[in-house]
């Protein structure tokens, strides 16, 4: 069966700090999926990396996709508190579903 | 606005009681599907939709129906709720091409006593 390891778990650091987070499996994805969910709210996509050794940006967040597409890493740069939430990756499993990971909790004190 | 709605976002509801939580989608997506979350558990699958009227099952489909009369509806129907279907439900869509990306809803908070 095809899981999605996040780690770590929770991360708690200081307005400024950098950071990463990354998303692993056993598995070759197909494509994979970053969310960023708030409280109470829905998951919100962020980026999609599709190709072996891509690397994405999105303002301060820095995606990449390792070369065998087993594996995947967000990259925060200065962190500030409006970056606080879960992150989440995702991939198609199969032809029709999908598999999440179980997140990082990121917490951002100003 | 391209946006999934889901209705209501919050129910309380007593074992047995039939429930219905709504779910649309204004993008014309083809694949549709509903997940469950909770905690340490993360985001499970429960039923998808690949287009109108062709539904399967996700990881965790028992306890649960849905439907697909229309492309922009999804349904998510509980027969007979037991407590251990409280949780919170997501309804998502996307287009059913690369890169396969789907748009979440808001949620809807399901109590079961």
């Known amino acids: 069966t095809q899981l999605l390891e996040q780690s770590p778990q929770f991360l708690s650091i200081q307005e400024g700090e950098n950071l990463t987070v990354y998303c692993n499996s056993s598995s070759v994805f197909s494509s994979l999926q970053w969310y960023r969910q708030e409280p109470g709210e829905g998951p919100v996509l962020l980026v999609t990396?599709?190709?072996?050794?891509e690397v994405k940006k999105l303002k301060r967040l820095t995606f990449q996709f390792g070369d065998a597409r087993k594996d995947s890493s967000l990259h925060i740069t200065a962190a500030q508190p409006g970056d606080t939430g879960l992150y989440l990756c995702a991939s198609l499993r199969g032809t029709y579903k999908y598999i999440f990971g179980t997140g990082t909790r990121l917490k951002v004190l100003a | 606005e391209a946006q999934v709605t889901q209705n209501p976002r919050y129910l309380i509801t007593v074992t047995g009681k039939k429930l219905t939580v709504t779910c649309s989608q204004n993008m014309n997506h083809e694949y549709m599907s509903w997940y469950r979350q909770d905690p340490g558990l993360g985001l499970r699958q429960i039923y998808y939709s690949m287009n109108v009227e062709v539904t399967d099952k996700g990881d965790v489909p028992e306890g649960y129906k849905v439907s697909r009369k229309e492309k922009r509806n999804f349904p998510l129907i509980l027969e007979s709720p037991s407590p251990n279907q409280t949780s919170l439900y997501f309804c998502?869509?996307?287009?059913?091409?690369?890169?396969?990306?789907?748009?979440f809803g808001p949620g809807t908070r399901l109590t079961v006593t």
């Open positions: 998502a869509s996307g287009p059913w091409e690369g890169p396969y990306e789907q748009y």
């Open positions: 990396v599709v190709t072996g050794g």
